[in-house]
């Protein structure tokens, strides 16, 4: 069982990191462009436009600066979580951010469209990770030994 636990969290903070990391960098345009196959958003104006719909309750002039502070936010949780680097800290400010996405989603969209992009299990998940004691193959559990 120990085994299984090991590969368990290794799987949730991959899963989770690279969640995070691939829409970040979609909306850098790393993947590609904007209508390419595959590809959300291939650059910064479509993503804010889609933020702005997300977060139709709040005024326009803070759109932009959420949309930063997000995208900040999923690329430094989604390399800290991979690495397994202060991964408690990661999977708990990666529990805060999806969870506050979900319930912008359920705002703008409603309650089906958060749980259709199961951006509440993405939050349970990394509140989850969050309560486990030890991080197996991780630059946390390296500086341990």
């Not at 970040?24 to 479509?46: A, C, F, M, T, Y």
């Not at 690329?75 to 408690?88: D, E, N, R, S, Y």
């Not at 993405?122 to 969050?130: C, N």
Request: glycine share 12%; proline share 3%; hydrophobic share 50%.
């Amino acid at each position: 069982m120990e085994k299984l636990r090991g590969f368990a969290q290794l799987f949730l903070r991959w899963a989770i990191g690279i969640g995070y990391l691939v829409p970040g960098l979609d909306r850098l345009g790393v993947w590609g462009k904007n209508g390419e196959p595959g590809i959300s958003w291939g650059d910064w104006q479509h993503f804010v436009k889609y933020a702005g719909e997300v977060m139709s309750f709040m005024p326009a002039s803070l759109v932009n600066v959420f949309a930063v502070t997000a995208t900040i936010a999923e690329i430094v949780l989604g390399v800290l979580l991979v690495a397994g680097k202060w991964t408690k800290f990661a999977a708990l400010g990666s529990g805060i951010l999806a969870l506050s996405f979900a319930i912008a989603m359920a705002v703008s969209f409603g309650i089906v469209s958060p749980l259709s992009y199961s951006v509440f299990t993405v939050s349970a998940g990394s509140f989850l990770l969050a309560t486990i004691g030890k991080y197996k193959w991780s630059l946390d559990n390296r500086s341990k030994n």
